[in-house]
C-alpha cells in the first residue's frame, strides 16, 4: 500500500523544545517537500528535497531544519528559534520536483504552549 | 518570489448553484496544478494545466488555462454539498522550472443545502 505518513497527527511541546516531525513516502519519489498552513494563509513551502541528501530553503526556512539521508524519508525539526510554531504541517512528495502531481501526508498539528 | 494570488478568499453558495475561483500569477507558468482539500484533511490533486489556453473537464469542473499562462480559472456546476472544501491553484514559473510549485492561499468553499 503506497503512501506518504506522517506522524503523529497532533503534538503538543512546551516553549524552547525542539521537536521533530516525521514523514515518510514509499512511493520511490526523488522530491519531498515540507509546508506549514495557518489558517487564511494557504501553504506555505518550508523546504524541499529535490534528490537525496539535497535540500532547499523555501519561502519560510527561519527556525526550521531538515535532512534527507535516506530517498525515503525527510524530518522537519522545528527549533526554539521559530518564533510562532503552533500550526499544521503538512509533508508532500513528487516523482520530480516542479510540474509533478504532489502527494500529501495526513499531516501534523503542533501545538507548543 | 513569484506570486501566486487566489481570489475569492471565501464563497458561500446553496447547493445548485454555481462557483468560480481564479488563479492570478505575477509571472508567466510552466503548467499549474489545481488542488482540493476537505476540512480537516489534505490537500489533493486534481489537475495540471500545461497549454496555453488549455480547457479540461473533470464532471462538473472545468479548469481553463489562461492564453498567456498567467491565469488560470476553476469553474464548478451547479455545485453540491460535497463540494465544500479549498481549492488551490499552484503554478510552477516559466523562469525557474523544475523546483517547487508557488501554491495560492486558496478558496474555501462552503456549499449550503
Known amino acids: 500500500d503506497g503512501g506518504i505518513t506522517q506522524s503523529p497527527k497532533y503534538l503538543f511541546r512546551k516553549e524552547g523544545q525542539n521537536v521533530t516531525l516525521s514523514c515518510e513516502q514509499n512511493?520511490?519519489?526523488?522530491?519531498m517537500y515540507w509546508y506549514r498552513q495557518d489558517p487564511g494563509q494557504g501553504l506555505r513551502l518550508i523546504y524541499y528535497?529535490?534528490?537525496?541528501?539535497?535540500?532547499q530553503k523555501g519561502d519560510i526556512a527561519e527556525g526550521y531544519s531538515v535532512s534527507r539521508e535516506k530517498k525515503e524519508s525527510f524530518p522537519l525539526t522545528v527549533t526554539s528559534a521559530q518564533k510562532n510554531p503552533t500550526a499544521f504541517y503538512l509533508c508532500?512528495?513528487?516523482?520530480?520536483?516542479?510540474?509533478?502531481?504532489?502527494?500529501f501526508g495526513p499531516g501534523t498539528r503542533l501545538t507548543v504552549t | 518570489g513569484q506570486q501566486v494570488m487566489q481570489i475569492p478568499q471565501y464563497q458561500h453558495v446553496q447547493e445548485g448553484e454555481d462557483f468560480t475561483t481564479y488563479c492570478n500569477s505575477s509571472?508567466?507558468?510552466?503548467?499549474i496544478q489545481w488542488y482540493k482539500q476537505r476540512p480537516g484533511g489534505h490537500p489533493v490533486f486534481l489537475i495540471q494545466?500545461?497549454?496555453?489556453?488549455e480547457v479540461k473537464k473533470q464532471k462538473r469542473l472545468t479548469f481553463q488555462f489562461g492564453e498567456a499562462k498567467k491565469n488560470s480559472s476553476l469553474h464548478i456546476t451547479a455545485t453540491q454539498t460535497t463540494d465544500v472544501g479549498t481549492y488551490f491553484c499552484?503554478?510552477?514559473?516559466?523562469?525557474?522550472?523544475?523546483?517547487?510549485?508557488?501554491f495560492g492561499k486558496g478558496t474555501s468553499l462552503l456549499v449550503t443545502p
Open positions: 499552484a503554478g510552477e514559473p516559466y523562469l525557474n522550472s523544475g523546483y517547487a510549485l508557488n
Open positions: 509571472t508567466t507558468l510552466s503548467n
Open positions: 512511493l520511490n519519489h526523488d522530491a
Open positions: 528535497s529535490q534528490i537525496v541528501n539535497d535540500f
Open positions: 494545466l500545461v497549454k496555453s489556453g
Open positions: 508532500a512528495s513528487s516523482m520530480k520536483a516542479g510540474a509533478y502531481e504532489q502527494y
